[in-house]
Antibody, heavy 120, light 108 residues
Framework: QLQLQESGPGLVKPSETLSLTCTVS??????????WGWIRQPPGKGLEWIGS???????YYNPSLKSRVTISIDTSKNQFSLKLSSVTAADTAVYYC????????????WGQGTLVTVSS | SYVLTQPPSVSVAPGQTARLTCGGN??????VHWYQQKPGQAPVLVVY???DRPSGIPERFSGSNSGNTATLTISRGEAGDEADYYC???????????FGGGTKLTVL
C-alpha cells in the first residue's frame, strides 16, 4: 500500500524559503504512470494546487505561485521536494503531498499533511 | 485559467439524498474527481473520472457530469458523511490541476 509522508520545518520566518520533502513508501516514485503533487490548505480555507512533477522531472506550477515555487524529485531516495521562496503569513497552511494517477490525474493517495506557520 | 465553482454549503436530512454541484465551462468534456475531507484529516478520493468509485467507498456515493455541471450524489445521508467536499479536474490545455472552493455538507 503506497504511503506518503511530508517532513520539514513547522515554522518559517517571513521572507525566507519554505522547504518540504515527501517520502514515498510502498511503491516506486520512478513509475512513468504517475505524477507527484503538492497541495496546500490555509487554516479554514479550501485546497490549492501548488504544483506537480513527473518521474522524469517535468514540472507544472500554479500560475499564481510559479515565480516562487520549485519542485524537484530524487528517485534514488524515493522523495520529491517543495521549495517556496519569499514566504509571508499568507503562506501559512497545511501542506499535503499526493500522487496523481491516471490520464485524468486524480490525487490518490495523500500524505497526512504538515502545518507550516510563517511567523517571526 | 479554468475555474470550478461549488456552493459553500449544502444540508441534508438523515436518510435523504444530497446533491453537491461543481460548475465549470464545458466541464462535461473533462473528467471530474471528488474528495471528502473531515476535520483534521487529509482529503480522501470518493469518486473519480466522473462516476467511478475507489475500492472501499460505499455505493451511496455516485457522480455524474454533463454540460457545465458535475454532481456528486450521496444517497441515504448519514452523520458520518458530514465533511467538506472538493471537486477537481486536470486542465489538459494548460497542464494544470484545479480544485473547486469546496462544499460543507451538513447532515441534520
Amino acid at each position: 500500500q503506497l504511503q506518503l509522508q511530508e517532513s520539514g520545518p513547522g515554522l518559517v520566518k517571513p521572507s525566507e524559503t519554505l522547504s518540504l520533502t515527501c517520502t514515498v513508501s510502498g511503491g516506486s516514485i520512478s513509475s512513468s504512470a504517475y505524477y507527484w503533487g503538492w497541495i496546500r490548505q490555509p487554516p479554514g480555507k479550501g485546497l490549492e494546487w501548488i504544483g506537480s512533477i513527473s518521474y522524469s522531472g517535468s514540472t507544472y506550477y500554479n500560475p499564481s505561485l510559479k515565480s516562487r515555487v520549485t519542485i524537484s524529485i530524487d528517485t534514488s531516495k524515493n522523495q520529491f521536494s517543495l521549495k517556496l521562496s519569499s514566504v509571508t503569513a499568507a503562506d501559512t497552511a497545511v501542506y499535503y503531498c499526493a500522487r496523481a494517477r491516471g490520464n485524468s490525474r486524480r490525487f490518490d493517495p495523500w500524505g497526512q499533511g504538515t502545518l507550516v506557520t510563517v511567523s517571526s | 485559467s479554468y475555474v470550478l465553482t461549488q456552493p459553500p454549503s449544502v444540508s441534508v436530512a438523515p436518510g435523504q439524498t444530497a446533491r453537491l454541484t461543481c460548475g465549470g465551462n464545458k466541464i462535461g468534456s473533462k473528467s471530474v474527481h471528488w474528495y471528502q475531507q473531515k476535520p483534521g484529516q487529509a482529503p480522501v478520493l470518493v469518486v473519480y473520472d466522473d462516476s467511478d468509485r475507489p475500492s472501499g467507498i460505499p455505493e451511496r456515493f455516485s457522480g455524474s457530469n454533463s454540460g457545465n455541471t458535475a454532481t456528486l450524489t450521496i444517497s441515504r445521508g448519514e452523520a458520518g458523511d458530514e465533511a467538506d467536499y472538493y471537486c477537481q479536474v486536470w486542465d489538459s490545455s494548460s497542464d494544470h490541476w484545479v480544485f473547486g472552493g469546496g462544499t460543507k455538507l451538513t447532515v441534520l
